[in-house]
Nanobody, 115 residues
Framework: QVQLVESGGGLVQAGGSLRLSCAAS????????MGWYRQAPGKQRELVAV???????NYEDSVKGRFTISRDNAKNTMYLQMNSLKPEDTAVYYC?????????WGQGTQVTVSS
C-alpha cells in the first residue's frame, strides 16, 4: 500500500524557515487535491494549505504570504516552504492527498518555533 512520508520538521527560531516534504512511496493516480494540515497541542487539526490538480492554491489566513505549497509530480513529492516562522506555527504537520475515494495521510512531522 502506498504511504506518504513527511520530512523536514524540526526546531527553529522565530523568523526562521523550514521546508517540509511529503513523498509517496509509490505512484498515486487521479489526485484531486493535496494539502498540509497542522495540529497544535489541545487544538483541532486545521488546514494550512492546499493545491489542486490544476495547480491552484489556497492558504489559511495566518500563513498567507509566509508559506508556499508546491508539488513535483515527477518525484511524487509535495512541499511546504515556511518562512518567517512564528511560535504559533508550532504544531505537528500532516500531509494529505485525495485520490478519488482514497484519502492518504502522512504520519506527521513536528515543527517547533522558539521565541
Amino acid at each position: 500500500q502506498v504511504q506518504l512520508v513527511e520530512s523536514g520538521g524540526g526546531l527553529v527560531q522565530a523568523g526562521g524557515s523550514l521546508r517540509l516534504s511529503c513523498a509517496a512511496s509509490g505512484s498515486i493516480f487521479s489526485i484531486s487535491a493535496m494539502g498540509w494540515y497542522r495540529q497544535a497541542p489541545g487544538k483541532q487539526r486545521e488546514l494550512v494549505a492546499v493545491i489542486t490538480s490544476s495547480g491552484s492554491t489556497n492558504y489559511e489566513d495566518s500563513v498567507k504570504g509566509r508559506f508556499t505549497i508546491s508539488r513535483d509530480n515527477a518525484k511524487n513529492t509535495m512541499y511546504l516552504q515556511m518562512n518567517s516562522l512564528k511560535p504559533e506555527d508550532t504544531a505537528v504537520y500532516y500531509c494529505r492527498w485525495v485520490a478519488g475515494p482514497i484519502d492518504y495521510w502522512g504520519q506527521g512531522t513536528q515543527v517547533t518555533v522558539s521565541s
